[in-house]
């Protein structure tokens, strides 16, 4: 089986979720990283994490879409209607608000601010619980305006603050549970699908047969998403851990933003790698039982 080496921890390539999880934390790292390069470090941050990954999916879509169009951060930092400009040849055509506000007061003041016209010329985007409880809202209150849902959770950027050591989102406890969740259904979801492709292929070759197909799928599910759990919410741990001891030493500048990204990768590495290596001596185990 061929195997890469990474920071010293040899990953074969029987475990595709693993590898997708870690691939997922080292971008959201550079997520975290360029929140708080625009932000500092703030109780605020999952608002300006949920903007950037809002960025980089409609610029993801603009280049599939091959539609010449760029979707880009305002300038300020604290901007009270637009949070993301899009443009095609020079020219804005869309602005957009960001919301990732889960609080019934917030939701409330967001209402009235709508009724006074506040988001009249920009496109009211949200988190999924923003945009289903300012629309339920809303619609009581009788105004047209709506919010369109980002698909993403307030429990993902509460996840992804806490890892920057935002203490203002949520607990880590909560976090940690976040990740775990996120990345054992991504590492199951992949990890699956790639036996799905691989079994699909030996079957129709004659190198398997249906039952040996199934049951590698029903293992590389349960593996990846053993091995995904454990690298989510080992990297949200090791996250919150690196800017706290970068915080309490004073450490700023490239430092600090290694430790912040790197650190919750290796983890996620590390970690995700044993998970998996012990459930492979479980099955094992019981393999040599039966």
């Known amino acids: 089986m061929k195997k890469v080496n990474v920071k010293g921890i040899v990953i074969g390539n029987g475990n595709a979720g693993h590898r997708a999880v870690v691939a997922k934390t080292a971008y959201e790292g550079t997520v975290i990283a360029r929140a708080l390069d625009r932000a500092g470090r703030n109780p605020h941050l999952k608002g300006h994490i949920h903007e950037i990954l809002v ?7 603009n280049l599939l879409s091959l539609n010449g169009a760029s979707t880009e951060l305002t300038k300020s930092t604290t901007a009270g209607t637009v949070d993301l400009v899009t443009t095609r040849g020079g020219k804005v055509i869309e602005r957009i608000q960001v919301k990732d506000v889960t609080s019934q007061s917030g ?43 980002t698909g993403i959770s307030s429990r993902s950027t509460e996840s992804l603050a806490q890892r920057a050591g935002a203490n203002g989102s949520g607990t880590l406890s909560s976090a940690m549970g976040q990740a775990a969740k996120a990345g054992g259904t991504a590492g ?86 044993v998970a998996s290596e012990a459930f492979d001596g479980v099955c094992d185990f019981f393999s040599d039982l039966f």
Do not use: H, W
């Open 107 to 149: 939701i409330d003041k967001l209402v009235r601010q709508c009724a006074d016209g506040k988001y009249r010329s920009a496109k009211l985007v949200g988190s999924e619980e923003s945009a289903q409880a300012f629309n339920n809202a809303a619609e009581k209150a009788g105004i047209s305006k709506r919010m369109s849902s």
């Open 55 to 61: 960025k980089d999916g409609r610029n993801a879509r």
């Open 188 to 273: 199951a979801i992949i990890g699956g699908g790639v036996a799905v492709v691989k079994g699909c292929l030996d079957l129709m070759d004659g190198r398997a047969s249906a039952g040996e197909v199934a049951g590698t799928v029903v293992k590389a599910s349960a593996k990846g998403g053993v091995s995904g759990a454990a690298a989510g919410a080992a990297a949200t741990a090791a996250g919150a851990g690196a800017t706290a001891v970068v915080t309490t030493l004073g450490v700023t500048g490239l430092t600090a933003s290694a430790a912040t990204v790197g650190l919750p990768l290796l983890a996620a590495v590390v970690v995700g790698y």
